[in-house]
């Protein structure tokens, strides 16, 4: 399925079936995660670490359970990321985050 981003641009959209009990809760969920992404790098910019660990491991453990594996896994990888100090591969996995968000669009079934 194509879309568009903000700037009109066609953009390839990832396609997650998610419970149709959990419509109401999956938008704040993404926008949570959206937010998390802006923390992330006000975090980074601060060298916190551990507080970018600590956003990492609530993605990790929260993706899979409104059907987001991606965000599982991109979290697993941010925390693990985060444990080494290495704020440029924070930085990279908040672009997958963020990549990924742009294009994921929710059908409820």
């Given at each position: 399925m194509i879309g568009h981003d903000q700037t009109g641009i066609p953009v390839e959209k990832i396609l997650i079936t998610a419970d149709s009990e959990l419509a109401d809760l999956?938008?704040?969920?993404?926008?949570?995660?959206?937010?998390?992404?802006?923390e992330i790098?006000?975090?980074?910019?601060?060298?916190?670490?551990?507080?970018?660990?600590?956003?990492?491991?609530?993605?990790?453990?929260?993706?899979?359970l409104y059907g987001f594996q991606k965000i599982t896994e991109i979290g697993a990888l941010m925390e693990i990321t985060a444990?080494?100090?290495?704020g440029e591969g924070v930085l990279q996995h908040v672009a997958e985050l963020e990549w990924y968000l742009a294009r994921v669009e929710v059908v409820y079934a």
């Open positions: 999956i938008p704040d969920y993404l926008d949570c995660c959206r937010e998390y992404c802006r790098k006000m975090l980074q910019l601060n060298s916190d670490f551990e507080g970018i660990r600590s956003c990492a491991h609530g993605m990790k453990g929260s993706g899979g444990k080494t100090g290495n």
